[in-house]
């Protein structure tokens, strides 16, 4: 890893345990992520990759282990020496720092394209409508979509509604991107588009975790890639390492089906 | 190709009939059976209407002289503030008890539960008689500590007139069916929504109120306009606790000058025209909700997209210069 041991990590994840029922989602990992970094997880379906990165924002609890993110704990506080589960509006409070993209858009049905974007800037970090309008107009611009502002997500396509939606989550001007295989939901042809955007954020220096099947944008993008199988982190390490040079025969079987 | 042709058309061989036609030339054809099928109906409607017209056991002149009756509007007036008020209470307490029903809070879980199980599952008549006989239950209301002692008390008959009795018992009657009503359309919107709004740090009011309700309003409105109407006639029973609503107008004048048949037509004349109106308001209000539904672009869309230096193709023609549509 390149690392250097002096910047203290945005996200700190330490033995982080999650079972649904008698399923034993995650088992024990263990994640840092450095300011600007961009981390691609990999990974079979079932492997825990996405309820991993649901827990970051906590979305899902988690059973045992702690999430730190900007230097607080996702969830709980520690008052007076004990470590206390966090209420609502707390939790809400720790999520205002980081954006998200779902893999089924999860555009609001409602609202424009522009009223999309703006919601939580106005609603929830107290933006003045004129300002939010502004950096939303800027931001559906660099994502491409300045002539979509007034459309609502069904008049637009798969591709066009996801870029709507990373637009909607950097309006929030977040410290970290979590990315839920944000292109697995639409038609080949239209995940270009998805992909660049994303590699422009990248390029610019913006925190993202990104889990996906799109092995092209993880060794053209990522600073990291991050393989996950059965609920564990089996490799880690730069692209060209873990895509170009597997060590471990489930990341090698795995690759396999893409080449 | 033509050999193929030839064998499979028809006897009178004539070939141009199978040759490709373009479908923007063709013609409908007379529509016979359809304007039969009109002519008979109108026939029958019309015989309908001459027949009920000219019977003078309806009393088509005592029907115009009383439609306007002050006594009739008065009892119009009362049945449609009743409504209103009935209806609002019933909307907004039908709205938290929903909100209760759903949350995963067990106290409140169990006294919506309770509320709607009681509420639905006795008759509306029953309930009115009994607010309006509340005071053979309890002579005194009062505000206590439970078991202590006594904070402020009112004599039961001087809360409890004819018009609150009504209010009370139409509003938390109608609130219970409308927490079902509003539950199902809360329901209705999908999962990711509420995750969605809670990943942007949304509190769970507001995201209730920006992104939840707003969907569910296209399931909530087509049955809320139904208990609207119903509420409108349930206003009728009213009657029994001797509140002059439209119902009780008629009956009594109808009582002074037996012509009930008239007396009762001017009353359904009016129930009619109410929800006739009350159809059109809901249609605009459905209208509003699917507004996300629609394919086509809206016209600011198209506005906008011809104004702006457009990165994608615009969507249509240039309309004239209309003022871009400020962000709402």
Known sequence: MTVTATVEPLVKARNVHKAFGDVEVLKGIDMDVAPGEVVVILGPSGSGKSTFLRCINHLESIDQGSIMVDGEQIGYELRKERLVKLGGYAIARQRRKIGMVFQQFNLYPHMTALQNVIEAPIGVHGESRQAATDNAMKLLDRVGLASKVHNYPRQLSGGQQQRVAIARALAIRPKLMLFDEPTSALDPELVGEVLSTMRDLADQGLTMIVVTHEIGFAREAADR??????????????????????????????????? | MSALRDGTASPSGAADRTDLRDVAK???????????LWAVAILIAADFVWIVAGNENFGWPVVAKYFFDPTVLQGLTVTLGLTVVAMTIGIVLGLLLAIARLSQDGLANTVAGLFIWFFRGTPLLVQLIFWYNLSTLFPELSITIPFGPKLVGWDTNSVISPMTAAIVGLALNEAAYMAEIIRGGLLSVDKGQAETAEAFGMTRVRALWRVIIPQAMRSIVPPTGNQLISMIKATSLVSVIAMADLLYSVQSIYNRTFEVVPMLLVAVIWYLLITSVLNVGQSYIERYYSRGDRRSAPRAARDAATEAPATEAPMGPSPTNVPQEAAR
């Not at chain 1, 471990?248 to 079987?253: D, F, L, P, V, Y």
Request: charge should be positive; avoid cysteine; glycine fraction near 10%.
């Open chain 1, 225 to 259: 890639v991050v393989f996950m199988d059965g609920g564990n982190i089996v490799e880690q390490g730069p692209p060209e390492q873990v895509i170009g040079n597997p060590q471990h025969a489930r990341t090698r079987a795995f690759l396999s089906r893409f080449i």
């Open chain 2, 26 to 36: 063709a013609h409908r054809p007379f529509p016979l059976g359809r304007l039969i």
